[in-house]
C-alpha cells in the first residue's frame, strides 16, 4: 500500500537525480550522464505516481494535492524534452526548481483526502482530461519561465518560447475539448460557462492572443514576454486561483479538491 | 492595430447603448428558423464581403492579424470580466442593473463575440479560396472554431431536454419541460416492464418506442445506454423512489439537440487542429510568418 508518507522516499532521489542532471548540463558535460541521471529521476517519480495509483484504485488526479504530483512529474519531462531539442544549459536546473517547489508543497502541506472518486469523475475521459491539462500546464509553466530569463538576462529564447507555447497551447486545446465532450455524454451539454470552464476560455484566448501576436508582430519582443506571464496568471487562476475567487464560490462544478 | 482597438471599443458601447435600450440578449427567440436564417444572413455577408475585398478597404482588413489581435483581446477581457463577476443561472434576469452578471446575455460581450467570429469567417475565406495542403491545419483551427461557435451558439434555443413519466403497462406521448410546461411529442414510450436489478444498483426499462412516422423499436433503457430515435435520445433517468424495487414507475428524459452534428464536426477538426498545431511546433512560425506577412504587403499596394 503506497501512501502520502512514502512520499518523501521517492520524491528525495528523484530531486537528486534531477539536481545531479542539472548541475552536469550546466557545466555542459557528461551528455550520457545528463540524460541518464534525468531520466532516473523521472522514472523514480514516476514509480511514486503509479503505486499510488494502483493503491487508490483511481488515478491520483482528485485533489490539489495529486495534481501537484503530475505537475512534479511533468516539469523535468518538459525540461529534459526542451533540453534535447533546444540544449538550453540551464533548463533542467529551472525545472528541477519549480518541480522541487511543488514537491515540497506536498512534503509539507498534503492535502489527505478520501479514497472514493466522486460518481461524476468515474468515467473514461476523466485521466486523459486532466493529464493533457496537467501536461499543458507544465509546458506552459516552462515557456513562462524562459520568458522572464530573456526579460531579465536578454538572452534571446524565443524559439524555445514559442515552440513550449504551441505545444502547449496544442495541449490546452485537446484538454479543452476533452472536457466539452466528457461534459456533453455527463451532463448533456459541453459548455456551460462555470467559473473552471470560463477561465480555460480566458486562458485559451491569451495564449491565442500570443501566438497571433508572434506571426504578426515578429519586432514586438519584449511586449510578447510580458505576455506572456499574463497569460501564466490566468492559467493559475483557472487551475487554483478559482478556488479562492469570491464569484465562483459554490458555482462551480470543477471543485472537488 | 490602433484601429482594430477603436473597433472592439466602439462595439462595446453600442453593444452598452442596446443593452439600455433594449435589454439583455433574448436568445430564446433564436429558435428555429430565426437561428437558421441568422447563420445564412452571417455565411452570406462573410462571402459577399469578401467578394467586394478588392474594393472596400475594410472587408480586406478584416481578415488581418491587425484586426483580429485586438479582437481577441476584447474577447478575453470579456470573459476574464466574466470570470470576476458572479454569474446568475442561464435564463435568468441579472441581478444588478448593467448586466454583466448575466454575460452571455450581455450586448457588448455578444457583439464582440459575433464580431470575432467574423474575423475567422473572413480570415477562413482567403485560405479556402486559394486551396493548398498547407493550409489544411490553418483551416481545420479556424473554421473548427467558427464552426463550433457558431453552430453551439445559435442551436442552442433549439436544444429540448424534457422528462417523460410513464406507468407500466401504458404509453405516454407527453413531457414536461425545465419550466413544468406540459409537450406533446411525435415520440411515444410504451412501458412493459421497470425492475431495479438489486446486485449492482442497476435500473431497466423494458419499452417499445413509436414514432408518428410509424417506427416501431423495442429495448431495454438502462443507465449510460440511451437510445436514439428520429433525433431524440432517450435516456433511463430515474423512477418513483418512494416505491423502490417495487415502482411501476419509470422517469426517461428526452434530449434532442439538432445542431450537435455540427458542433461535433467543429470539435473534432479542433482536435486534429491541436494535433498539427503541436506536429508542427518547431517549424510553423518561420513559414507563418512569411504567409501572413504577405497579404497585408500586398493590401498596402492595392490601397495605394
Same mark, same amino acid.
Given at each position: 500500500? &503506497?501512501?502520502?508518507?512514502?512520499?518523501?522516499?521517492? +520524491?528525495?532521489?528523484?530531486?537528486?537525480?534531477?539536481?545531479?542532471?542539472?548541475?552536469?548540463?550546466?557545466? /555542459?558535460?557528461?551528455? #550520457?550522464?545528463?540524460?541518464?541521471?534525468?531520466?532516473?529521476?523521472?522514472?523514480?517519480?514516476?514509480?511514486?505516481?503509479?503505486?499510488?495509483?494502483?493503491?487508490?484504485?483511481?488515478?491520483?488526479?482528485?485533489?490539489?494535492? &495529486?495534481?501537484?504530483?503530475?505537475?512534479?512529474?511533468?516539469?523535468?519531462?518538459? /525540461?529534459?524534452?526542451?533540453?534535447?531539442?533546444?540544449?538550453?544549459?540551464?533548463?533542467?536546473?529551472?525545472?528541477?526548481?519549480?518541480?522541487?517547489?511543488?514537491?515540497?508543497?506536498?512534503?509539507?502541506?498534503? &492535502?489527505?483526502?478520501?479514497?472514493?472518486?466522486?460518481?461524476?469523475?468515474?468515467?473514461?475521459?476523466?485521466?486523459?482530461?486532466?493529464?493533457?491539462?496537467?501536461?499543458?500546464?507544465?509546458?506552459?509553466?516552462?515557456?513562462?519561465?524562459?520568458?522572464?530569463?530573456?526579460?531579465?538576462?536578454?538572452?534571446?529564447?524565443?524559439?524555445?518560447?514559442?515552440?513550449?507555447?504551441?505545444? /502547449?497551447?496544442?495541449?490546452?486545446?485537446?484538454?479543452?475539448?476533452?472536457?466539452?465532450?466528457? +461534459?456533453?455524454?455527463?451532463?448533456?451539454?459541453?459548455?456551460?460557462?462555470?467559473? #473552471?470552464?470560463?477561465?480555460?476560455?480566458?486562458?485559451?484566448?491569451?495564449?491565442?492572443?500570443?501566438?497571433?501576436?508572434?506571426?504578426?508582430?515578429?519586432? +514586438?519582443?519584449?511586449?510578447?514576454?510580458?505576455?506572456?506571464?499574463?497569460?501564466?496568471?490566468?492559467?493559475?487562476?483557472?487551475?487554483?486561483?478559482?478556488?479562492?475567487?469570491?464569484?465562483?464560490?459554490?458555482?462551480?462544478?470543477?471543485?472537488?479538491? | 492595430?490602433?484601429?482594430?482597438? @477603436?473597433?472592439?471599443?466602439?462595439?462595446?458601447? !453600442?453593444?452598452?447603448?442596446?443593452?439600455?435600450?433594449?435589454?439583455?440578449?433574448?436568445?430564446?427567440?433564436?429558435?428555429?428558423?430565426?437561428?437558421?436564417?441568422?447563420?445564412?444572413?452571417?455565411?452570406?455577408?462573410?462571402?459577399?464581403?469578401?467578394?467586394?475585398?478588392?474594393?472596400?478597404?475594410?472587408?480586406?482588413?478584416?481578415?488581418?492579424? *491587425? !484586426?483580429?489581435?485586438?479582437?481577441?483581446?476584447?474577447?478575453?477581457?470579456?470573459?476574464?470580466?466574466?470570470?470576476?463577476?458572479?454569474?446568475?443561472?442561464?435564463?435568468?434576469?441579472?441581478?444588478?442593473?448593467?448586466?454583466?452578471? !448575466?454575460?452571455?446575455?450581455?450586448?457588448?460581450?455578444?457583439?464582440?463575440?459575433?464580431?470575432?467570429?467574423?474575423?475567422?469567417?473572413?480570415?477562413?475565406?482567403?485560405?479556402?479560396?486559394?486551396?493548398?495542403?498547407?493550409?489544411?491545419?490553418?483551416?481545420?483551427?479556424?473554421?473548427?472554431?467558427?464552426?463550433?461557435?457558431?453552430?453551439?451558439?445559435?442551436?442552442?434555443?433549439?436544444? *429540448?431536454?424534457?422528462?417523460?413519466?410513464?406507468?407500466?403497462?401504458?404509453?405516454?406521448?407527453?413531457?414536461?419541460?425545465?419550466?413544468?410546461?406540459?409537450?406533446?411529442?411525435?415520440?411515444?414510450?410504451?412501458?412493459?416492464?421497470?425492475?431495479?436489478?438489486?446486485?449492482?444498483?442497476? @435500473?431497466?426499462?423494458?419499452?417499445?418506442? @413509436?414514432?408518428?412516422?410509424?417506427?416501431?423499436?423495442?429495448?431495454?433503457?438502462?443507465?449510460?445506454?440511451?437510445?436514439?430515435?428520429?433525433?431524440?435520445?432517450?435516456?433511463?433517468?430515474? @423512477?418513483?423512489?418512494?416505491?423502490?424495487?417495487?415502482?411501476?414507475?419509470?422517469?426517461?428524459?428526452?434530449?434532442?439537440?439538432?445542431?450537435?452534428?455540427?458542433?461535433?464536426?467543429?470539435?473534432?477538426?479542433?482536435?486534429?487542429? !491541436?494535433?498539427?498545431?503541436?506536429? *508542427?511546433?518547431?517549424?510553423?512560425?518561420?513559414?507563418?510568418?512569411?504567409?501572413?506577412?504577405?497579404?497585408?504587403?500586398?493590401?498596402?499596394?492595392?490601397?495605394?
Amino acid at each position: 500500500m &503506497e501512501n502520502w508518507n512514502d512520499f518523501w522516499l521517492f +520524491a528525495l532521489p528523484a530531486v537528486v537525480c534531477w539536481t545531479v542532471a542539472s548541475l552536469l548540463s550546466l557545466r /555542459g558535460k557528461g551528455q #550520457k550522464l545528463v540524460y541518464l541521471s534525468a531520466i532516473g529521476g523521472l522514472l523514480i517519480f514516476g514509480a511514486y505516481i503509479a503505486l499510488m495509483w494502483i493503491s487508490l484504485e483511481r488515478p491520483p488526479l482528485r485533489t490539489m494535492g &495529486e495534481t501537484r504530483l503530475w505537475y512534479s512529474f511533468f516539469l523535468p519531462l518538459v /525540461g529534459l524534452v526542451t533540453y534535447s531539442r533546444w540544449r538550453y544549459r540551464w533548463i533542467l536546473l529551472f525545472s528541477t526548481m519549480l518541480s522541487t517547489v511543488f514537491i515540497c508543497v506536498n512534503l509539507f502541506k498534503p &492535502e489527505i483526502h478520501s479514497k472514493m472518486l466522486m460518481p461524476a469523475l468515474q468515467s473514461p475521459w476523466f485521466a486523459p482530461h486532466v493529464i493533457v491539462y496537467m501536461f499543458a500546464y507544465a509546458t506552459t509553466g516552462a515557456a513562462m519561465l524562459m520568458s522572464l530569463w530573456q526579460l531579465i538576462r536578454r538572452q534571446n529564447l524565443l524559439d524555445a518560447i514559442d515552440g513550449l507555447t504551441r505545444v /502547449g497551447l496544442s495541449f490546452l486545446t485537446v484538454g479543452m475539448l476533452f472536457g466539452a465532450l466528457w +461534459a456533453k455524454e455527463a451532463w448533456g451539454t459541453y459548455w456551460s460557462w462555470d467559473p #473552471k470552464e470560463t477561465w480555460a476560455a480566458a486562458t485559451w484566448l491569451c495564449y491565442l492572443i500570443y501566438l497571433h501576436l508572434r506571426i504578426g508582430r515578429p519586432a +514586438a519582443v519584449r511586449p510578447a514576454l510580458l505576455w506572456q506571464v499574463i497569460c501564466f496568471l490566468c492559467l493559475q487562476m483557472c487551475w487554483w486561483g478559482i478556488n479562492y475567487l469570491p464569484a465562483a464560490q459554490g458555482a462551480s462544478a470543477h471543485t472537488y479538491s | 492595430m490602433t484601429v482594430g482597438g @477603436y473597433v472592439c471599443c466602439g462595439l462595446a458601447g !453600442a453593444g452598452m447603448l442596446l443593452q439600455v435600450v433594449a435589454g439583455p440578449v433574448r436568445w430564446g427567440m433564436m429558435a428555429w428558423p430565426v437561428n437558421g436564417i441568422v447563420l445564412a444572413v452571417l455565411l452570406l455577408s462573410v462571402v459577399a464581403m469578401h467578394l467586394c475585398r478588392s474594393r472596400v478597404r475594410l472587408f480586406r482588413w478584416m481578415a488581418t492579424l *491587425q !484586426a483580429g489581435i485586438p479582437a481577441l483581446v476584447a474577447c478575453a477581457m470579456m470573459t476574464v470580466l466574466m470570470g470576476v463577476t458572479r454569474q446568475v443561472p442561464s435564463g435568468h434576469v441579472p441581478m444588478e442593473p448593467i448586466g454583466i452578471t !448575466a454575460m452571455l446575455s450581455f450586448w457588448p460581450f455578444v457583439l464582440l463575440y459575433v464580431w470575432l467570429m467574423a474575423l475567422v469567417g473572413m480570415v477562413c475565406m482567403t485560405r479556402l479560396t486559394r486551396p493548398a495542403w498547407r493550409n489544411v491545419p490553418f483551416l481545420l483551427n479556424h473554421l473548427g472554431i467558427f464552426i463550433a461557435l457558431v453552430c453551439g451558439t445559435l442551436g442552442n434555443a433549439d436544444m *429540448q431536454r424534457l422528462h417523460m413519466m410513464v406507468r407500466e403497462g401504458t404509453t405516454e406521448w407527453r413531457a414536461v419541460d425545465e419550466l413544468h410546461r406540459v409537450k406533446e411529442l411525435p415520440v411515444a414510450i410504451e412501458l412493459h416492464d421497470f425492475f431495479i436489478e438489486e446486485a449492482p444498483l442497476r @435500473y431497466l426499462s423494458d419499452v417499445t418506442v @413509436y414514432t408518428k412516422k410509424g417506427l416501431v423499436l423495442r429495448d431495454t433503457l438502462r443507465v449510460n445506454k440511451p437510445l436514439a430515435v428520429r433525433g431524440w435520445k432517450i435516456y433511463q433517468y430515474g @423512477y418513483d423512489e418512494s416505491k423502490g424495487a417495487e415502482s411501476d414507475i419509470s422517469i426517461f428524459e428526452l434530449v434532442r439537440d439538432p445542431w450537435l452534428p455540427f458542433v461535433y464536426l467543429g470539435i473534432f477538426m479542433m482536435l486534429a487542429g !491541436a494535433g498539427c498545431l503541436f506536429l *508542427q511546433s518547431g517549424t510553423l512560425r518561420k513559414k507563418e510568418q512569411r504567409q501572413n506577412e504577405m497579404p497585408s504587403e500586398r493590401n498596402v499596394e492595392i490601397s495605394k
